[in-house]
């Protein structure tokens, strides 16, 4: 670790606050470069702009892919993008020690990228409307880049990706957020992007279906069916949104939900488990887990069958493979073919949270899943589709689902069905929720959940393979939770 003198400790402290300050400036600002009406009728134009069409076909229809004979494994001819390969797996803990299944395996890293730039002293981000194969509704809110390694290497011979500059030499401008996060571990076989936050002070040219957005309607549009994209939200929570002292610049007062969500924020009003334990948890729930998993051939997996346009359970459960032909006019190229995740029915994506001396904490789980490159990271309270369980043991019943699944209408704090990420799941969508309870219920939790802040979910975010993506998509819309009403800086 690199020592810092006092004073230095301290420009580095102001230099962290200065810029939580200006993005929770940001996310009191509902009216920018466009007001949220003149917002709702560029994205409604943009939808009826956005010409595509996306149509099941069988697995030898995908053009440029191909199912290798020996392995049954699906791969694109250039070697590139992704592939469709069976995954074994072996765990210490939960109802079911040993299964196999189909994952994607994707070792490239992408860029999820967010530029912002100043107008009129407010932070603005540039978005973008895209349409993505597997969006329920066609057109969602992404961020300026969200390009894979093959994608902004332009291995399908396309247009390039717009802005890609900005994020690929980011010299002569200030980054405020970068990190590895990780993807859906059940899905994903140790999948990875870059998450980044850029400023920039130059003028910058607004390309068709691109937009400047403030944080502040971005969290508006967070409580909205499905308009937010995963990309954006995930590189949403990565902003430096807590920060020491963030709290008291706030005109706030008593003991209501929004004042208690602004305390999470700032470490100053303390948390019920210190950084150190939090982290000596994390490490003891990874060490105490053991975890193998094997890329295996697809045609190798057990209780998956092998259609000619579609893998599925024998089950009939937890999702299916399936072939998709794309046409659309606004991306890199105008038509392709791939395989894609089709999970069954809405997934449940929630967390409890409850006062402790007025902070807000929020309950999560130290989840193992097989697709992850540490063991565990930390999830919601509750992730998972109901239906799933239907035909496991009742003791695989996930934890707390049932709280979820009964608390009254008056405990729900946020509530709202966003997608997952498009370009490789079709019309994955899940409940987000968040759930308040009493403060005096939950005291005592089982060994893989704890109660923790706000910050102290933002201060790990920071870092990778802390938090998995579903968490990072609720710690957004927490933030968004921070500033729902007019409250002002002090």
Request: some cysteine; aromatic content about 8%.
């Amino acid at each position: 670790m690199v020592q810092t003198t006092s004073g230095a400790g301290t420009r580095l402290r102001t230099f962290e606050r200065a810029v939580s300050v200006r993005i929770a400036e940001s996310a009191l600002a509902l009216s920018g470069v466009l007001d949220l009406e003149q917002l709702h009728g560029w994205l409604a134009a943009r939808k009826r702009q956005e010409v595509f069409d996306v149509r099941r076909v069988a697995f030898d229809e995908m053009r440029k892919w191909s199912r290798a004979s020996e392995t049954g494994n699906y791969a694109h001819e250039s070697g590139k993008f992704f592939s469709v390969e069976g995954l074994s797996v072996a765990v210490s803990g939960g109802p079911v020690k040993e299964w196999s299944q189909p994952i994607l395996n994707q070792p490239e890293v992408g860029i999820l990228g967010i530029l912002v730039k100043e107008f009129d002293g407010v932070l603005h981000c540039l978005m973008q409307a895209k349409m993505e194969p597997g969006n329920a509704g066609g057109v969602q809110l992404s961020p300026t880049v969200q390009a894979t390694r093959s994608n902004y290497t332009q291995v399908h011979k396309g247009r390039t990706v717009p802005y890609l500059e900005y994020f690929r030499d980011t010299g002569g401008h200030r980054v405020l957020a970068d990190v590895l996060q990780s993807e859906q571990g059940s899905w994903f076989y140790r999948k990875r992007n870059r998450n980044m936050v850029v400023e920039v002070s130059s003028d910058v040219e607004v390309l068709d279906g691109f937009c400047w957005i403030t944080v502040g309607q971005l969290h508006r549009l967070l409580a909205e069916y499905d308009v937010i994209n995963m990309d954006t939200r995930t590189v949403l929570s990565c902003l430096p949104f807590s920060a020491a002292g963030i709290a008291s610049l706030f005109s706030f007062g008593g003991d209501d939900f929004q004042s208690s969500v602004i305390r999470s924020l700032s470490e100053d009003n303390g948390s019920l488990h210190s950084a150190g334990d939090v982290l000596s948890w994390i490490t003891e729930c990874r060490v105490g887990n053991d975890v193998a998993t094997k890329l295996i051939p697809l045609a190798e997996t057990t209780g998956w069958r092998l259609g000619d346009d579609v893998i599925e359970h024998e089950t009939g459960a937890f999702f299916d493979v399936i072939a998709v032909e794309v046409s659309a006019g606004n991306r890199e190229v105008h038509g392709w073919c791939q395989p894609m995740i089709s999970p069954h029915g809405t997934g449940l994506v929630a967390v409890l949270v409850k006062r402790i001396s007025g902070v807000l904490h929020v309950l999560v789980n130290a989840r193992v899943e097989p697709g992850y490159l540490d063991v565990i990271e930390l999830a919601p309270t509750v992730q998972c589709a109901p239906e799933n369980y239907e035909h496991l043991p009742p003791e695989a019943r996930p934890a707390y689902l049932d709280d979820v699944l009964e608390a009254p209408p008056d405990a729900i704090r946020y509530d709202t069905v966003l997608s997952e990420e498009g370009g490789r799941f079709f019309q994955a969508q899940n409940r987000y929720l968040v759930i308040e309870v009493g403060d005096d219920e939950h005291e005592d939790v089982r060994q893989d959940f704890r109660w923790l802040t706000v910050h102290q979910l933002t201060a790990l975010i920071r870092h990778s393979h802390y938090v998995n993506v579903q968490a990072r998509s609720l710690v957004s819309c927490l933030h968004s939770l921070s500033f729902a009403a007019p409250g002002g800086l002090g």
